[in-house]
């Protein structure tokens, strides 16, 4: 049980397109997702948090109209990368809380390489 | 600011020995701590975690202590093997707020046979 899927798990993109990865929870209600940034042989770093129904909060830093987060339901929540130049390429991973677990347990993804050439 | 500290960076350990990693955290709010092993191009897996209310715990090969008064962690791998090489980070949680992770900078470990 527990398990998080990301699509795609790679994706290489032009300079200036924009990028959507999909986060599902696919046996459980998530009413929170992270959304993590990782750079190669880097710890993760927190992007935002996103609450079904409800704008995503973001950490410091990060650019809200550079990286749109929906989560338009409890399996499901997005990452657009807008307009992405090569500086974004990195590794991002989501991570989702079941709404039954009464632990703090995030159950991660297995991630998502972004390259922008 | 690193919220949680994490060393070494890199670590070699022979088939058999036991793997050490250290954490540490300033923040007393923290109540949650949870160790991730992380192979490459894969996301994080949980692999133990630990409440402040205990000063030890162990599954399987692996234990976690933890020194509440010191606010220092650390993951004990015993008789480590190849196929436990991967990065491994330390995280530390709180129950109010949004619950967000404070993840340690990593380890690399590498189990030599």
């Known amino acids: 049980g527990a398990v998080v899927s990301q699509h795609p798990s790679w994706v290489i993109c032009k300079s200036g397109t924009s990028v959507k990865i999909e986060c599902r929870s696919l046996?459980?209600?998530?009413?929170?997702m992270f959304w993590y940034r990782q750079f190669p042989k880097q710890s993760l770093m927190l992007m935002a948090t996103?609450?079904?129904?409800?704008?995503?909060?973001?950490e410091q830093g990060v650019e809200k109209d550079k990286f749109l987060i929906n989560h338009a339901s409890l399996t499901l929540s997005t990452l657009t990368v807008t307009s992405a130049h090569p500086e974004d390429s990195s590794f991002y991973i989501c991570?989702?809380?079941?709404?039954?677990?009464?632990?703090?347990?995030?159950?991660f993804g297995p991630g998502t390489r972004l390259t922008v050439t | 600011q690193q919220q949680v500290k994490q060393s070494p960076q890199s670590l070699i350990v022979q088939k058999g020995g036991i793997s050490i990693i250290n954490c540490a955290y300033e923040?007393?709010?923290?109540?949650?701590f949870p160790w991730y092993q992380q192979f490459p191009g894969k996301g994080p897996a949980l692999l133990i975690a630990?409440?402040?209310?205990?000063s030890e715990k162990k599954e399987g090969r692996f234990t976690i202590s933890f020194n509440k008064s010191a606010k220092q962690f650390s993951l004990h791998i015993m008789d480590s093997q190849p196929g436990d090489s991967a990065t491994y980070f330390c995280?530390?949680?709180?129950?109010?707020?949004?619950?967000?992770?404070?993840f340690g900078t990593g380890t690399r470990l590498t189990v030599i046979p």
């Open positions: 046996d459980f209600q998530a009413t929170t």
């Open positions: 995280a530390a949680s709180m129950e109010t707020g949004a619950n967000n992770l404070f």
């Open positions: 996103s609450n079904e129904g409800s704008k995503a909060t973001y």
């Open positions: 923040n007393t709010a923290f109540d949650y």
């Open positions: 991570s989702a809380r079941d709404r039954g677990d009464p632990s703090y347990e995030q159950y």
């Open positions: 630990i409440r402040p209310d205990v």
